[in-house]
Structures are given as C-alpha cells and as structure tokens.
C-alpha cells in the first residue's frame, strides 16, 4: 500500500512514465475518494492534486481522460544487482587496489595542489 513519502512509478497505457513521490493523502468529501499530492520526480520538478479512490493509491487501474494509468510502490530491492540489466553485471572494485586492471585512480586534492594555485 502506498502511503505520503513514498516513491511512485507512475505507468501510463502500460509503460512506465516518470517517478512521484506521495507529498500528502487528505480524504475527499466523497467516501473512499482521496486527494493525493504527488511531486513529479522531473526536470523541472512539478506538483499535481489528484483525486483518487483508494484502491488506485495502492495500484488498481484507472483511467484519466480514456487513458489506462496505474501507480506502482517503488521499493528498494536489496540486491543492487536486481537493477543491472541482464547483459550487464555490477563490477565490485577493491578499495586497495582501485580495481586493478587499467583502472588508475585520480586523486582530486592533488590535481587541485598542481593546478592553478
């Protein structure tokens, strides 16, 4: 169940559209209808009222002006690796060693000391 402060998928004709976080969920004066503020997780950010049953807060399908859209609860997996796409994998670098391989590792304070002082 999706609640204020959490982070949504808002899918829109079944594909995934952008990300909202649920700033605030106050009761409609209809039963069961809610208002829920979501804050548009884009460039430029932007906040919208919508009024919403319950069942649709927690990810039933509706729709809006004919269109199927649908909130989906986003949560953390604990595997980061869950994320990587199957062609890809996460590569674990050894903090020792920087990674090995051609891998060099820049230190930012001393290009700061040789650069423009």
């Known amino acids: 169940m999706a609640t ?5 998928l ?12 649920i700033e605030k969920i106050s009761p409609d004066i209809k039963k069961d209808w809610y208002h829920a503020k979501l804050l548009f997780l ?4 932007q906040v919208v009222t919508w009024i919403l049953r319950d069942a649709y807060i927690n ?9 199927r859209v649908r909130l989906e609860k ?14 890809q994998t996460i590569k674990k670098i050894d ?3 920087g990674g090995g391989g ?3 590792v820049i230190s930012l304070s001393d290009l700061k ?5």
């Not at 000391?113 to 002082?117: T, Y």
Request: glycine letters at 6%; charged letters at 35%; one cysteine or more.
């Open 4 to 8: 204020e402060n959490d982070v949504v």
């Open 10 to 21: 808002i899918y829109f004709e079944d594909n995934p559209l952008t990300f909202a976080r």
């Open 42 to 45: 884009q460039v430029p950010p």
């Open 59 to 67: 990810g039933e399908e509706f729709t809006m002006d004919g269109k």
């Open 74 to 87: 986003v949560v953390c997996p604990e595997d980061p690796e869950k994320f990587a796409a199957p062609e």
């Open 95 to 97: 903090p020792k060693t």
């Open 102 to 104: 051609d891998a060099k």
């Open 113 to 117: 000391k040789n650069g423009d002082s």
